[in-house]
């Protein structure tokens, strides 16, 4: 049987790490893959969304994922906010790699820029970072 190298799910990865330390820094929107919602059914207007967005092997035992993290905050909210909690997940990001083993490297990709939420108006904010995980 021929030995295969699998590698760990990227945005579950930082999915995960993000849900875990958020909330140590005041920070306790929710964080997924997908847009939440609310008990109503309704799309949710404040959240943290990780996406995978392209990547490659970079060797033959480590992956190089791209991800997108947006931050959005409902319409009613002070853009400031939105961009405090943007920096803040851009210093988290750049620390993965001592909290999460799986993790060798974060390079940032794309600094967070400012955006408006097509649907509500909502200020949001995205950036974008470059993963390397090693394959078990």
């Given at each position: ?20 330390v ?61 961009s ?47 993963i ?5």
């Amino acid at each position: 049987m021929t030995d295969i190298i699998l590698f760990d799910d990227p945005e579950a990865l930082v999915v995960a790490y993000l849900r875990d330390v958020l909330p140590g820094y005041g920070i306790t929107l929710p964080v997924g893959t997908a847009v939440p919602r609310t008990p109503e059914g309704k799309p949710a207007s404040q959240y943290v969304r990780v996406l995978l967005t392209g990547g490659s092997t970079t060797s033959p035992v480590t992956d190089e994922s791209l991800i997108v993290i947006e931050v959005h905050y409902g319409i009613d909210d002070d853009s400031t906010v939105a961009s405090r909690a943007a920096s803040l997940i851009r210093g988290l990001m750049a620390a993965m790699p001592r909290h999460t083993p799986a993790v060798r490297q974060v390079r940032e990709v794309g600094r967070p820029v400012p955006r408006t939420h097509p649907v509500t108006g909502a200020p949001s904010y995205s950036q974008s970072h470059a993963i390397t995980t090693r394959g078990l």
